[in-house]
């Protein structure tokens, strides 16, 4: 086999058509190893390869007998020292931190880890046993792909409606996909699922982690898995998981599914672990940055440099204060937008990759560098604002630009729903875009991405139908998920057939998406809950690869009326402008004729002071004029809305809402009626509002 020198960069194994480039960084290693192989499940390589030119700290050969589909991985050779942080041991094979594609998943086995598993001292010992038939591979990859004309969608943030779905579990039991492609990336681009995101309005899909991932030893010893993905090991690298073709066909149907849904018009937002990666803890394995670089990669714990700094809860935090790791996540990054075209990102525990030294800094490097490089700051940023470190809970203090999950949307609609008292002051915030949090940094309505629901937690019927959570299908006794569910069951736990629970609960779910869908900022809802999907009360579904946490697509009357519901109430929200304000005044210090919104109390008579401090008060009205949008259309003329009067009674009594006055002549029209089907002109001054019911109305001219 011919071997040449080649080059530092572009780092990872790169085909040129004529033959391949390795190159990986190391800054540490004493000396670097490329082994190929025939088959991915091979223990021996069919060679081994010494990369003998180093430049600037990457080790680097070219090959030009290699071609696409080979397989191959590094043994990196250096001194194992854990009480100073070095890890290196030849005896492990290493994926690459930039393969386009990886083989399959671990079979787990001792000899995957760096020492001597029960050993005294554990890490500390060296072991020299070969894991190369446990772990999987990289592929050399062909990145060709015939584009033609695909365009990002681009929608603005104002007509922005994400629905957060995991590529396996939104199309495995779908009747009308093909059976090859259920749970695949193409799978995810068939038309059955296209026409029903689209009936809803949806324009973007956000995808839980699709970067290769591991799952963890412990869950694999249970029979149970890592399903969610949160454990990444190969940032470049689309899970083989969910291909329906051969080795290496990930890369080009991952790309097939982006193409086909941005010409439905859907965006591919991917939800991203750049955190912390699934080598776990010092007694974790030695599969791929631990054994490359160690000290590099991770962020070990300065007065013992065995251990790591972990603000993530899952054993490790990736070093952003190196700048080889922060290009490592910036060329990832780019991967993703450039060569794959997705759309935008959400960063998992974002607050992790903000932690310069250990305070949580707005202005860090990270959020500098993706500011000023002009492919991703044009892409949706969004961020999950907190991490599990002091100080890690940062909702509304990341930087222009991004957006952000809003947890106090989710929590106080979620308590105002469930009957807390105390909670109108800060729903008038959640529904008018939360300038309580966005305001200082002059960030508009679009910052807060609102959900009540998430993977996260309880599905949206499993919100109003259990009290607790039952998590015994983890098999970790219940102790796992969050206990702060703000649930309520509404008279039974669980599933029942009580008529009257039964009511009552669908009756709190339409409320909890109106709520969403007539709230200024980004919406987003979890796939299946637009059907009632049902997690059995499991709030932490994270290892649950069945059909407890596969998307449900028989539909009972019930879910098919929901999801009528969801469609409609969506519709509304597409159509009427003062639903979409890229600005918002909340109606607070601002002279009259600017108003934006005002807030209605029962008897037809704006909110004061004292009613805002009446914590007993479970009845709201906010008054959007239609007059004041501040949308064009293609013309550049301005959008004007129908004026809006939304009324919420959280309370277990009905009221009667005396109706504002408002300039237009006419009538109100009930258009949504959480607690009765149709609609109906209002000629009345007042509305009787259920009790546990929403009410949207629209005010046109005429009788």
Known sequence: MRIWPGQPYPLGATWDGEGVNFALFSENAAAVDLCLFRDPGEQAEMARIAMRSRTHMVWHVYLPDVRPGQTYGFRVHGPHEPSHGHRFNPSKLLLDPYAKAISGTIQWNDALFGYAVGDPGADLSFDSRDSAGFLPKSIVVDTAFTWGEDRPPRTPWNKTFIYEAHVKGMTVRHPDVPEKLRGTYLGLASEPVIEHLQGLGVTAIELMPVQHFITDRHLAE?????????????????????????????????????????????????????????????????????????????RVAPNDPRYYMDFTGCGNSMNMLNPRTVQLIMDSLRYWVGEMHVD??????????????????????????????????????????WDLGEGGYQVGNFPAGWAEWNGMYRDTVRRFWRGDHGQIPDLAYRLSGSSDLYDASDRNPYASVNFVTCHDGFTLHDLVSYERKHNE????????????????????????????VTAIRE???????????????????????????????????????????????????????????????????????????????????????????????????????????????????????????????????QVVGDTQLLVLNSGSKGIDFRLPRVEEEGWWREQVNTARAGSRVVRGAKLRMAPHSLVLLGRKGGS
């Open 473 to 500: 299908a983890n098999k970790e006794d219940n102790r796992d998920g969050t206990e702060a569910n703000w649930s309520r069951n509404w008279g039974a736990e669980g599933p029942t057939d009580s008529p009257e």
């Open 507 to 637: 009756q709190i779910k339409r409320n909890l998406l109106a709520t969403l869908a007539f709230s200024q900022g980004v919406p987003m809802i979890l796939a299946g809950d637009e059907m009632g999907r049902s997690q059995g009360g499991n709030n932490n579904a994270y290892c649950q690869d069945n059909e407890l946490s596969w998307v449900n697509w028989e539909l009972t009357s019930e879910r098919r009326r929901l999801l009528a519901f969801a469609r409609q109430i969506f519709a509304i929200r597409r159509e009427n402008a003062v639903f979409r304000r890229r600005s918002f005044f909340r109606g607070r210090n601002v002279s009259p004729g600017a108003k934006d919104v005002s807030w209605v109390r029962p008897d037809g008579a704006e909110m004061t002071d004292d009613d805002w401090n009446d914590a007993k008060r479970c009845a709201l009205g906010m008054l959007i004029p239609g007059q004041a949008t501040d949308e064009t259309d293609e013309r550049g003329r």
């Open 222 to 298: 249970k029979d149970l898995t890592n399903y969610w993905g949160y454990n990444t090991i190969g940032y470049f690298a689309p899970d083989v998981r969910y291909a329906s073709g051969g080795l290496g066909q990930q890369v080009h149907e991952f790309k097939s599914m982006v193409k086909i849904l941005h010409k439905a018009g859907i965006e591919v937002i991917l939800d991203v672990v750049y955190n912390h990666t699934g080598e776990g803890n010092h007694l974790g394995p030695t599969v791929c940055f631990r054994g490359v670089d160690n000290t590099s990669y991770y």
């Open 344 to 385: 935008g990102f959400r960063f998992d525990l974002a607050a992790a990759l903000a932690r310069e030294l250990y305070e949580v800094d707005r202005l860090s490097r990270f959020f500098a560098l993706i500011q000023q490089d002009p492919m991703l700051c044009q892409t949706k940023l969004i961020a999950e604002p």
